[in-house]
Nanobody, 130 residues
Framework: QVQLEESGGGSVQAGGSLRLSCGVSGATASTYCMGWFRQAPGQAREGVAA????????YYADNVKGRFTISQDSAKRTVYLQMNSLRPDDGAMYYC???????????????????????WGKGLLVTISS
């Protein structure tokens, strides 16, 4: 069983930066997909970024390209989401999730708000003040 635990959320002013972390524990395959998702009040969950673990390819939603960076520290089994130039509409609950490698390379990781992802963290709140 895989467990995911997010950390690093909080409140920041617009234009600022935050780095979210997702610690992975439990047995994992050698290749898999790690994603960050978010859900704002009253809105559907959306995929923000994904990383193909074992391959290194990254994927981003159009509205965060150039501002967010997903990365990993394999030794620490941690995936990060560096968020820069934050905007008020980036405020949401953020979740990390893990799925099969197919979810990444097929592009389906974002489908249906991440319904192809198998494991989820509990989420953390990011608040952006204007």
């Amino acid at each position: 069983q895989v467990q995911l635990e997010e950390s690093g959320g909080g409140s920041v002013q617009a234009g600022g930066s935050l780095r979210l972390s997702c610690g992975v524990s439990g047995a994992t395959a050698s290749t898999y997909c790690m994603g960050w998702f978010r859900q704002a009040p009253g809105q559907a969950r959306e995929g923000v970024a994904a990383l193909y673990i074992g391959g290194g390819t990254t994927y981003y939603a159009d509205n965060v390209k150039g501002r967010f960076t997903i990365s990993q520290d394999s030794a620490k089994r941690t995936v990060y989401l560096q968020m820069n130039s934050l905007r008020p509409d980036d405020g949401a609950m953020y979740y990390c999730a893990q799925g099969s490698s197919y979810a990444c390379y097929s592009g389906s990781w974002r489908s249906g708000g991440g319904h192809r992802m198998d494991y989820w963290g509990k989420g953390l709140l990011v608040t952006i003040s204007s």
